[in-house]
């Protein structure tokens, strides 16, 4: 473990060494080439290939931080480059999240195979060497430049449509939850003016008692000598309570 701590050691102070005779010129086309790199890519801000290990990815992010750090570099957006860097690394160092990008890498990989092989059927000559060569002619393929270009388009394209659809979703999710906190605060409403109606109609248990007992007292009489109660009036402006008459035997 002190040897690898050692090396670790040497190899950073060798970087620093080097990096100190690196031209302003070439930190801040580094920047640029930061900047101008595909969001959803954490490969991409650190210029490395897909099949990268952590630890790959380790020691690629103490190379190009060196070489981009604002106390080094004197480009204005060094600092967001700098802090690119740092989140494509944690990202490639998260399990969860590495995953999910090779996830779609994969995905990539063998949409451009099937293209490849819907190609070689029309092309008798490349379908006869593939066979010949026993797979060896499509490795050699996916190790070419032009299939790296065309993979990392691919995965672009992947992970562009795969970030729409979460968008979507995100926002489907935000609209059903905006609908319900709606719906919550018109029934709160609701049970708000129910129980200041019940409240209003109990203060008003006193008047009502003694206008019966008036009733009584005066014997009023209404039509076909029914004894009916005194019509009260609510203070319910909405209406929500309706006084019905009491159906006699």
Request: glycine content about 4%.
């Amino acid at each position: 473990m002190g040897e690898a701590s050692s090396t670790t050691a040497y190899d950073d102070m060798l970087l620093k060494s080097f990096f100190a005779e690196v031209s302003e010129v070439e930190r801040d086309n580094e920047v640029t080439r930061i900047l101008s790199c595909f969001k959803l890519n954490p490969f991409e801000y650190l210029n490395l290939p897909f099949e990268a290990s952590p630890e790959d990815v380790k020691k690629q992010y103490r190379k190009l931080s060196l070489l981009v750090h604002p106390d080094k570099c004197k480009h204005p957006q060094a600092k967001e480059a700098f802090g690119a860097l740092a989140k494509a690394q944690q990202l490639l160092l998260e399990e969860q999240e590495r995953d999910y990008v090779l996830t779609q890498v994969n995905a990539a990989k063998e949409e451009l195979r099937a293209k490849r092989k819907k190609q070689l059927k029309k092309d008798t000559a490349s379908k006869i060497k593939s066979l010949v060569d026993e797979g060896k002619y499509d490795q050699q393929y996916e190790q070419s430049e032009e299939f790296q270009r065309e993979l990392k388009l691919k995965v672009r394209e992947i992970l562009t449509d795969q970030e729409w659809r979460r968008r979507k979703m995100q926002m489907r999710i935000s609209e059903e939850e905006g609908r319900l906190k709606k719906d919550e605060e018109e029934q709160k409403e609701m049970w708000k003016r129910k129980r200041e109606h019940e409240e209003q109609w109990e203060g008003t248990r006193e008047k009502r008692v003694s206008s019966w007992r008036d009733f009584m007292k005066t014997g009023k009489k209404g039509k076909k000598g029914e004894i009916r109660p005194p019509k009260l009036k609510t203070e319910d402006p909405n209406k929500s309570y309706v006084q019905r008459p009491v159906k006699r035997g």
